[in-house]
């Protein structure tokens, strides 16, 4: 199943994520093509109005604008809000007035139904502006996605304003923040935020999410966010390659359960893990296996993880490999890839390094354990640093392989800094994924997956309930079960990934982010997946399936 090459058309414009030039492209050619910049800018302005509307109500709303196009979103925004009944007001920063430059007469409109109006000039000690922020919506229309600079001056003064009035109501209910396109004060290709911007509870931005909605610390600041249609065509977004994971997206990659099938219908995934002092590592990512659905799971470990596997999950079948001492118990012996390669054949999917430690004979194991005729493989955790000690070990890949490393991992495959690996984590991961000819998923908030033909896709998840020991295990897991059904690379590392990081959420949810264990994610899997399908099956009845 290729999902790869189908992505252009599985993927519509508002999941695509963009740079700041990116999207001053897509709005040139859309203006080119005979939709103008003011059609773009009344559709922005509306969509933000008809949001406010939608979330809560004809509420009292002060609309903060600023000198750009950004500005001028919030001044039709403000002229919808009114038409609709609320109650606006509108303070200006910086915004000229006169009719020969305001643009669009927005500003007049606004003027001729009567909305208040101030500029800041006019109110120096923010009288006005503490008077007016006794509303229910602040509306964020201060800088757009084009500004980068420090927030300085009376802008800053301004933002510092609304913030202390914010906090200074926690007692009672506090104004609602919406930001037009982005927070200001946010840089939309770093994620970068200014410590003077106003963190918003919505952002409403146009056309494609920018790619520092969903880079930190900005995309912490954002809230909820919203991408609304401003009218460009969709095939002006067709080369944008990266794209933010939904639920819909997830659905759609799914594997068939059909129920005419037996065990051999959904894969046989073969998982070497485990080690004397990491015995936990072989349990978790084989009951995850499991639980995603893969009809045999098979585990390759020395009998000491084995038994203990075994003990707790006896689902799975199991090979006894050689061991070797290391520094912290025995290990996986290097002359275990014969046993490995003699055993595997009729896999689907292999699942390498889970808790296999770093000792000399493991990473000899390793080296020799890569074949390229190997079946789907996924190698993860000391997999990896075992790899990275070998010069050119990509080349020796199978040839449908995803690695899973995160930052720490990554940084020694790439012979880089953390450092280094964090600063630009999605152009390491796609110009990696394409060099090494393999799936790469960087994991962190937020995770991403990259395949060598420079898609990237990103998880908006982000929960401290899967900073726990064990957590990749699971991942890894679960992605070998899904390449076991029958997924490609790309999207087995995609659901993977959201399952996992859904599963990490509904456990935040049901107790707690503090003290979630691994072990507590795997019986999400089955029921995340079966919600999927319930829908997946509600949707193609027309909501009336049993």
């Not at 609304?162 to 906090?167: E, F, H, P």
């Not at 840089?187 to 999410?209: E, I, K, M, R, Y």
């Not at 994924?433 to 994991?443: D, N, P, S």
């Amino acid at each position: 199943m290729a999902q790869t090459m189908t992505l252009d058309t599985l993927i519509p414009a508002k999941q695509r994520i963009v740079t700041v030039a990116e999207m001053q492209a897509l709005e040139r050619a859309a203006d080119a093509g005979g939709h103008s910049y003011a059609a773009m800018m009344e559709l922005a302005g509306r969509a933000v109005a008809e949001t406010i509307l939608e979330r809560y109500g004809r509420v009292s709303c002060l609309v903060l604008a600023g000198p750009g196009n950004n500005g001028g979103d919030g001044l039709v925004c403000a002229r919808y809000l009114h038409e609709a009944g609320a109650a606006v007001r509108v303070y200006l920063w910086k915004r000229a007035t006169e009719p020969e430059r305001d643009y669009e007469g927005h500003f007049a409109r606004l003027q001729a139904l009567g909305v208040p109006a101030v500029h800041a000039h006019a109110d120096p000690a923010f009288e006005t502006l503490r008077a007016w922020l006794d509303c229910s919506v602040v509306v964020d229309a201060l800088l757009g996605t084009g500004a980068n600079r420090p927030i300085q001056g009376q802008l800053a003064d301004l933002l510092d304003e609304v913030r202390r009035a914010r906090s200074l109501r926690l007692r009672q209910p506090a104004f609602r923040v919406v930001a037009v396109d982005c927070v200001s004060g946010m840089n939309c290709d770093t994620g970068a935020l200014d410590p003077h911007s106003l963190p918003a509870d919505l952002t409403v931005t146009f056309a494609c999410a920018k790619a520092g909605h969903y880079l930190f610390p900005a995309a912490e600041a954002g809230g909820e966010l919203i991408v609304a249609d401003i009218g460009i065509d969709p095939a002006l977004v067709q080369g944008v390659h990266t794209f933010a994971l939904d639920e819909a997206t997830i659905r759609s990659w799914l594997p068939a359960r059909p129920a005419n099938s037996h065990k051999g219908a959904f894969g046989k995934v073969m998982l070497v893990v485990g080690s004397e002092a990491y015995p936990g590592a072989a349990y978790l990512a084989g009951a995850a296996a499991g639980r995603a659905g893969a009809g045999l799971v098979t585990v390759a470990s020395i009998r000491t993880v084995c038994s203990l596997t075994a003990a707790k999950l006896p689902e799975p079948t199991y090979v006894l490999l050689p061991e070797a001492p290391g520094a912290n118990g025995a290990v996986i012996a290097n002359e275990a890839s014969a046993t490995v390669h003699a055993a595997i054949e009729g896999y689907r999917a292999l699942v390498a390094g889970c808790g296999l430690g770093n000792a000399p004979a493991t990473r000899q194991f390793m080296a020799n354990l890569l074949q390229p005729s190997l079946p789907a493989a996924v190698f993860d955790a000391d997999g990896l640093n075992c790899l990275a000690v070998h010069d050119g070990w990509w080349r020796n890949l199978p040839a449908r392989t995803v690695l899973t490393p995160h930052p720490a991992e990554m940084a020694r495959l790439c012979n880089l800094s953390v450092g280094q690996v964090l600063a630009n984590r999605w152009a390491l991961a796609r110009q990696r994924a394409a060099e090494w000819g393999c799936t790469v998923l960087l994991k962190g908030p937020y995770t991403v997956v990259a395949e060598p033909s420079g898609w990237l896709a990103v998880l908006p998840v982000a929960t401290s309930a899967l900073a726990t020991a064990g957590s990749g295990d699971v991942l890894a897991g679960v992605i070998g079960g899904l390449l076991a059904q029958g997924l490609d690379t790309f999207a087995a590392a995609c659901v993977g990934a959201w399952l996992h990081g859904a599963a990490g959420l509904a456990c935040a949810a049901s107790i707690g982010e503090a003290g979630v264990v691994a072990s507590d994610l795997l019986p999400h899997l089955p029921r995340l997946q079966k919600r999927l399908r319930d829908e997946a099956a509600g949707a193609s009845s027309g909501g009336d399936a049993p």
